[in-house]
């Protein structure tokens, strides 16, 4: 199964006031196009995906993603709104009510699972108990089956620059402790924090993803890289796991 993912991209508004509102609409304009040569199974959006959560940024938003021929699955960031993500994005499985967009998604070789960490007005990660008895009862339910997981907070610290990312710590521990007795588990993919990490968390792997938007985006150093619009691709196999590569489209 091969995943394409694209995270925090912070989509201004079409006649906004901020120089970037332009630069972000292409870097994230290049990386549909990029994405259809692939011919990805999927492509996972792991939020921020406008910067202010208002409904002509997503209109604009909207209209960029339009031309993705793999389906689109995705989950709210800080930044976003969730009730314009359910209305403008009516076609993605997000639950028809309730306060969090949790979701399964069973038509692929690998089962995709996406976690809501926001709150609304908290920039910090949430995982409550009511989110820790759902994800539990998820991962329980298909304990055969290869399990991918997507959120945008991660639930760990990155080096000095995200250091306590959730809330009340103990609720990324309760978010490792509920990962950590589900092996099909394969792999977590992140955003939030901009920047490429990979790690081992829980029992399985962890990846985060720099931001598309190349203006906030941190940790990619190479000259000809900054400037590029960047995604990640994950091949997904029974044999190898998971393969993650990131493209840069120059």
């Known amino acids: 199964m091969l995943i394409a993912q694209i995270s925090d991209t912070h989509i201004l508004a079409r006649a906004s006031e901020y120089p970037a509102a332009q630069l972000r609409a292409d870097c994230l304009r290049d990386c549909v196009a990029d994405i259809n040569l692939q011919r990805p199974d999927a492509v996972i959006f792991t939020g921020d995906t406008v910067q202010h959560g208002q409904p002509d940024e997503y209109a604009r938003l909207r209209d960029l993603l339009a031309p993705l021929q793999a389906p689109l699955y995705m989950i709210p960031g800080n930044r976003d709104d969730k009730s314009a993500l359910r209305r403008v994005f009516d076609d993605i499985p997000f639950p028809s009510d309730g306060e969090f967009l949790h979701y399964t998604v069973e038509g692929h070789d690998h089962r995709l699972v996406a976690i809501d960490s926001t709150s609304p007005g908290e920039r910090k990660g949430v995982f409550c108990a009511e989110r820790q008895a759902w994800l539990e009862k998820t991962l329980s339910d298909q304990p055969d089956r290869a399990t991918l997981l997507f959120i945008h907070h991660p639930p760990f610290d990155i080096d000095d620059h995200y250091i306590g990312g959730y809330r009340r710590p103990e609720e990324a521990a ?69 393969v993650s590569d990131t493209r840069m489209i120059r």
Do not use: F, N
Not at 190 to 214: F, I, K, N, Q, Y
Not at 226 to 233: G, K, Q, T, V
């Open 174 to 242: 309760a978010l490792e402790a509920v990962v950590s007795r589900h092996s099909q588990v394969e792999a977590m993919l992140c955003g939030h924090v901009h920047c490429p990490v990979r790690r081992d968390w829980a029992g399985t792997l962890a990846s985060v993803m720099p931001s598309v938007a190349v203006d906030v985006r941190k940790g990619v150093d190479e000259a000809e890289a900054r400037e590029a619009p960047i995604y990640m691709l994950h091949r997904l196999s029974d044999a190898t796991g998971i």
